[in-house]
């Protein structure tokens, strides 16, 4: 079993190593700088449309779509982007300039595999355009969202219309107004079979009687695309704005969710890195008690159990990425499950011991730590909550031993 990239994967890799060494990571501060001046925790900087331009300039655009589709004719491997994504997650810009930042990344790949002709010219190619953003709306405040089959809000044919009526939040990207549509699930049928009660409808933004009601923060931090909660008050769409057909919806969010996983995965590892870089550098220049940090025993604790931290869920994610590429998502599900565990809270590890070698910089914004560590937390409820994928991985084990 081999972890190795492909020729191409190799050289992508490079390019996306000199795109975020050179361009990427020095455009942090105007991006800072272009947010603080607009006064708008919801401002899409200018800076960001020249970093696009810039990826697309360089062919690093769309890296994260596995299937060949008119758009993207030559796909990326999952093994390939795995080492991509690790890149992208040491800058909280990247991503989003090679457009390959959630939830569109997932919402695009829904609507390749399941939409129509018409969604996808409406929709979809907008989207690998870069010219909008979108939503995924799943997770509801009244009931537990970590069981997709829990979900309430209801989707009653009408005509040659769709009616919605139900609560969502924790929808990320919403309060951006370069958001133009949402990807919603709710019940199409609650008397069906569990798993085929659900369905997922596309609404445009602005649709009458969908209203974001506010903007969530997380840890004190706005994210400027938003995490929002919507209310959905008998809105009304085209019966074609159904994704599929009735009853698919738990079916198409495991088939989205999959790839997703991964991503996060790698971008925790790149994380990981940049948190490890900052340490060491960290420790390495200042003094306390007549020498160096970086002389203490515990940081050196630190620094080397970071590193094998990092390693162990490389391999783990490497292995995922190669059994979705040979084998397909269900084959790898049991390491899908793994690294959805293990990666962010191995992140989370490191980038707590450099808060800690920072002092009192490291929790400020003078740092990107902070920023960090507050979107490694949320992420151990994203995409599925560490429960429930510590709940399939002991389900499979002990499936193995069962008569």
Request: aromatic letters at 6%; proline letters at 6%.
């Amino acid at each position: 079993m081999s972890f190795e990239p492909s020729p191409r994967g190799v050289d992508l890799r490079q390019r996306v190593t000199e795109f975020l060494d050179d361009v990427v990571i020095p455009a942090e501060p105007t991006y800072e700088e272009q947010m603080r001046v607009s006064g708008d925790p919801h401002h899409h900087p200018e800076i960001l449309e020249v970093l696009k331009a810039e990826a697309r300039r360089r062919g690093l655009w769309n890296l994260f779509m596995p299937h060949a589709t008119p758009w993207t004719p030559d796909p990326v491997p999952n093994l390939d982007y795995a080492y991509l994504a690790e890149l992208a997650g040491r800058s909280h810009l990247a991503s989003e300039a090679m457009n390959c930042s959630a939830p569109d990344t997932g919402n695009m790949e829904v609507l390749a595999l399941f939409g129509s002709d018409r969604q996808k010219e409406e929709w979809l190619v907008p989207l690998l355009e870069g010219r909008i953003r979108s939503a995924f709306a799943m997770t509801e405040p009244d009931v537990a969202s970590s069981d997709a089959t829990n979900i309430q809000l209801s989707i009653t044919r009408e005509g040659d219309e769709y009616v919605l009526n139900g609560r969502k939040w924790w929808i990320s990207g919403a309060a951006s107004e370069r958001c133009q549509v949402f990807i919603v699930m709710g019940k199409t049928d609650p008397t069906a079979a569990r798993h085929q009660q659900q369905s997922m409808i596309l609404v445009p933004r602005g649709a009458p009687g969908l209203t974001i009601v506010r903007n969530l923060p997380v840890f004190g931090y706005v994210d400027r695309e938003g995490h929002c909660e919507l209310r959905f008050d008998d809105v009304r769409v085209p019966a074609a704005n159904l994704i599929a057909d009735e009853g698919m919806g738990f079916a198409i969010a495991q088939a989205r969710l999959g790839p997703g996983r991964i991503h996060h995965c790698m971008r925790c590892i790149g994380m990981a890195e940049r948190a490890l870089e900052l340490m060491c550098r960290r420790v390495l220049g200042r003094v306390a008690f007549g020498k160096p940090l970086a002389d203490q025993g515990v940081i050196r604790e630190w620094i080397a159990d970071s590193r094998i931290e990092i390693e162990q869920a490389r391999l783990l994610t490497l292995k995922a990425a190669h059994l979705m590429d040979t084998v397909g998502h269900k084959g790898a599900a049991t390491e899908i499950s793994a690294i959805k565990v293990v990666a962010p809270n191995m992140a989370l590890r490191v980038v707590d011991r450099a808060i800690q070698a920072h002092g009192g910089g490291g929790v400020s914004d003078d740092f990107p730590l902070a920023r960090m560590y507050a979107g490694l937390r949320t992420l151990r409820f994203a995409d599925g909550p560490d429960e429930v994928h510590r709940r399939q991985l002991a389900r499979a084990e002990l499936g193995r031993y069962a008569g």
